[in-house]
């Protein structure tokens, strides 16, 4: 349960964001994406995938889970999101192109650390 939770923070840290995207868009990211987290180290599951929605550049999960985050996307794509579901805590960081983006992710849980990598597409 913890492993799913940290690597679910993990997602929606990294994610965040991502769809078709809306006629009257107010950031060139904004729209739904589809989210790959995936563990380089630690005892967290080995990868998710997640659905997100960027909303005038503010990343919110599209989800059913319970999870707490906070994210932007900044001029350039720049991309920072935290994320908390129960006793887990992760925080990613990247850049969204127009229609791909990625970058890394890292966390703690009561199972220990973990980190790796995310990718993103324009849904």
Do not use: H
Not at 51 to 57: C, K, R, T
Not at 105 to 120: E, M
């Amino acid at each position: 349960m913890i492993r799913f939770a940290t690597v679910s923070a993990a997602a929606a840290v990294v994610l965040a964001a991502f769809a078709t995207q809306p006629a009257s868009a107010r950031t060139p990211y904004d729209g739904a994406w589809s989210v790959v987290i995936i563990t380089d180290r630690g005892t967290c599951d080995r990868a998710y995938r997640y659905s997100v929605q960027i909303a005038d550049g503010i990343v919110r999960y599209a989800g059913e889970m319970g999870m707490d985050f906070r994210g932007r996307v900044g001029k350039g794509g720049a991309v920072t999101v935290s994320v908390a579901a129960g006793g887990s805590r992760a925080n990613g960081r990247g850049r969204l192109g127009r229609d791909y983006g990625g970058g890394t992710w890292a966390g703690n849980s009561s199972t220990g650390a973990c980190s790796g990598r995310w990718t993103a597409e324009r849904r």
